[in-house]
T-cell receptor
Framework: EAEVAQSPRYKITEKSQAVAFWCDPI?????LYWYRQILGQGPELLVQ????????DSQLPKDRFSAERLKGVDSTLKIQPAELGDSAMYLC???????????FGPGTRLTVL | QKEVEQNSGPLSVPEGAIASLNCTYSDRVSQSFFWYRQYSGKSPELIMSIYSNGDKEDGRFTAQLNKASQYVSLLIRDSQPSDSATYLCAVKRGTNAGKSTFGDGTTLTVKP
């Protein structure tokens, strides 16, 4: 069964350092989402792509976060510089289209020291 | 007020009992509703989706939607210890909206 791949699974970094996360969606899925989930809370959408275009980044802290999906397939989410409050699970999800079921990857657990 | 509200729990039920999980939402134009199960340290997994008022059954799971009351629930019959997890309610504004807004989840513990 096809799955969303994410790497790394775990990342520990010091504040002010740069970190990057990678996501490979299920083949053929045009819509890709990055969510952040703080412990004890539900996932919060950071950015949504339709193919290579950003369709929603209203909750992305653009002073430090960036995301790209250059060829409309895999995607990278970057944080520079990392802050203590960025410690969370970063989840990538994909769907065939906007109206379709979202499938989540295993997530990247980020700890900022 | 959060857009999607859930009782944080924890909710504890004995094995074999019915677990009832509730969710309310504030956006009246919401059209799509989802229940995800999330085991500790894992990513969310979709277990039910519902779009029309009424009940939708899938095995031991029943989702109930009442748009007039802006309320959606999940019933788990014959609860098993393996059902112990956090259950997330998610809402989409429209069927083609893409973005899902999640509640903070209800933690369910099923005791053998």
């Amino acid at each position: 069964e096809a799955e969303v791949a994410q790497s790394p699974r775990y990342k520990i970094t010091e504040k002010s350092q740069a970190v990057a996360f990678w996501c490979d969606p299920i083949s053929g899925h045009a819509t890709l989402y990055w969510y952040r989930q703080i412990l004890g809370q539900g996932p919060e959408l950071l950015v949504q792509f339709q193919d290579e275009s950003v369709v929603d980044d209203s909750q992305l802290p653009k002073d430090r976060f960036s995301a790209e999906r250059l060829k409309g397939v895999d995607s990278t989410l970057k944080i520079q510089p990392a802050e203590l409050g960025d410690s969370a699970m970063y989840l990538c999800a994909s769907s065939l289209g906007r109206a379709d079921t979202q499938y989540f990857g295993p997530g990247t657990r980020l700890t900022v020291l | 007020q959060k857009e999607v509200e859930q009782n944080s729990g924890p909710l504890s039920v004995p094995e074999g009992a019915i677990a009832s999980l509730n969710c309310t939402y504030s956006d009246r134009v919401s059209q799509s509703f989802f229940w995800y199960r999330q085991y500790s340290g894992k990513s969310p997994e979709l277990i039910m989706s519902i779009y029309s008022n009424g009940d939708k059954e899938d095995g031991r799971f029943t989702a109930q939607l009442n748009k007039a009351s802006q309320y959606v629930s999940l019933l788990i019959r014959d609860s098993q210890p393996s059902d112990s997890a956090t259950y997330l309610c998610a809402v989409k504004r429209g069927t083609n909206a893409g973005k899902s807004t999640f509640g903070d989840g209800t933690t369910l513990t099923v005791k053998p």
